[in-house]
């Protein structure tokens, strides 16, 4: 197979994929958590849902690669407002799974006969935390499908979607600029789609 963001450049609106994937990110979050495990993660993890240090790198990334996001299509008030708005996001970080850790459009693989996801690469991210982080991947299906992908997921509380709009809008903040220095097509248009869609479902948000 390939790269997803070699596979396609449209959003995915396929419930099959959808629910394949979900069902691999349920079976991976539902295995028990032992502690033991805890004290061999290499590197402290807890910034991902460090409110406030995420929140600074947006703000540092969209000041240093202002041309990148305006190139892409975004205005400056635009991502400052909902930047500001995920500066109010708290987590009790209650859940605990062990994740991937670095799910995005490279990291899943895809059969292009029958466009189904056949695997998960670069688990050198791999920790233990919130089961949210993980399911940031769902910004890569259309609203309708993202429905579908967390209904086959199930237990989705209103935490989990925060975690997962949240880790979503600040990984393609960094991604974006990424993608535009590595100046591959396929990538920025990646980082374009899935920013968009992390940002209208911010919106959605009860705040």
């Known amino acids: 197979g390939l790269p997803l963001c070699d596979a396609t450049i449209s959003l995915i609106d396929n419930v099959d994929f959808a629910v394949k994937l979900a069902t691999w990110l349920n079976e991976l979050h539902s295995l028990e958590v032992n502690d033991e495990h805890i004290s061999l993660i290499k590197g402290d993890q807890s910034w991902r849902l460090d409110v406030d240090h995420r929140v600074a790198r947006c703000h540092e990334n969209l000041t240093h690669y202002q041309e990148y996001f305006l190139q892409a299509g975004f205005k400056n008030k635009q991502l400052i407002d909902l930047i500001e708005k995920l500066s109010s996001f708290k987590f009790r970080s209650l859940n605990k799974s062990y994740l991937h850790g670095d799910l995005y459009c490279r990291h899943v693989i895809v059969d292009t006969k029958y466009f189904l996801p056949t695997g998960l690469i670069d688990w050198g991210d791999v920790h233990i935390s919130h089961p949210g982080i993980d399911l940031a991947i769902g910004m ?8 579908r992908f967390l209904n ?12 997962m709009v949240f880790h979503s ?12 220095q590595q100046n591959k097509k396929p990538l920025k248009q990646w980082a374009v789609l899935v920013l968009q869609r992390a940002m209208e479902e911010i919106k959605t948000l009860d705040m």
């Open 152 to 163: 086959a997921y199930g237990n989705v509380d209103e935490e989990l979607i925060y975690v």
């Open 140 to 147: 890569i299906f259309t609203r309708p499908t993202l429905e």
């Open 169 to 180: 809008f600040c990984h393609s903040m960094s991604f974006l600029p990424y993608a535009f």
